[in-house]
């Protein structure tokens, strides 16, 4: 499942990958976690080239999502917060240091 959100600017393309968390405690198959990653990439409006290179995002404490839909949640929050700190946060920061 691949979203795509508009952010100030920018587009917050979210992927969402399924994943076995196999893990050397998983002796069995039992005791294997299956869940998703959120891939998080950041570009320009209108623009095919990536600002930032993709992050591959996982739940508290390194834990799979449970389901798709709380990845890509977490997708874009992580994406909007990139958008404000790293790049909307750095623009003004160099406007700042220019005046």
Do not use: H, K, W
Request: glycine share 8%.
């Amino acid at each position: 499942m691949t979203r795509a959100y508009t952010y100030r600017g920018y587009t917050i393309d979210v992927d969402c990958e399924f994943r076995l968390d196999d893990t050397p405690d998983a002796d069995t198959m039992d005791d294997a976690r299956f869940g998703f990653v959120a891939v998080v990439q950041v570009r320009a409006v209108d623009t095919p080239s990536r600002v930032l290179a993709p992050i591959r995002l996982a739940d508290d404490g390194g834990r799979l999502f449970t389901d798709s839909l709380a990845a890509v949640r977490a997708g874009r929050t992580a994406g909007e917060i990139l958008v404000d700190d790293l790049l909307i946060g750095a623009c003004a920061a160099d406007r700042a240091a220019r005046g």
